[in-house]
């Protein structure tokens, strides 16, 4: 509940494409991170590639995207 009032916070003044790729990205990566440190699930080398290209692909977005809010 928090985190989808956050994010409705956040759509005031980001566009709803780069704020849902963000939070996805974002999601992603810590839930890998809480895996690694908490259950001891190492990621292979694909799945290292694949969140690293989800990452800097929120990265290229949120530094170059000229969207506007409405």
Do not use: E
Request: with cysteine.
């Amino acid at each position: 509940m928090a985190s989808l009032y956050l994010l409705s916070l956040c759509l005031r003044t980001i566009p709803i494409g780069i704020a849902y790729a963000t939070w996805s990205a974002l999601g992603i990566a810590l839930i890998t991170i809480s895996g690694i440190y908490f259950f001891k699930q190492m990621p292979d080398l694909g799945a290292i590639i694949g969140l690293i290209l989800i990452v800097s692909g929120v990265a290229v977005l949120n530094l170059f995207s000229k969207m506007d809010i409405h």
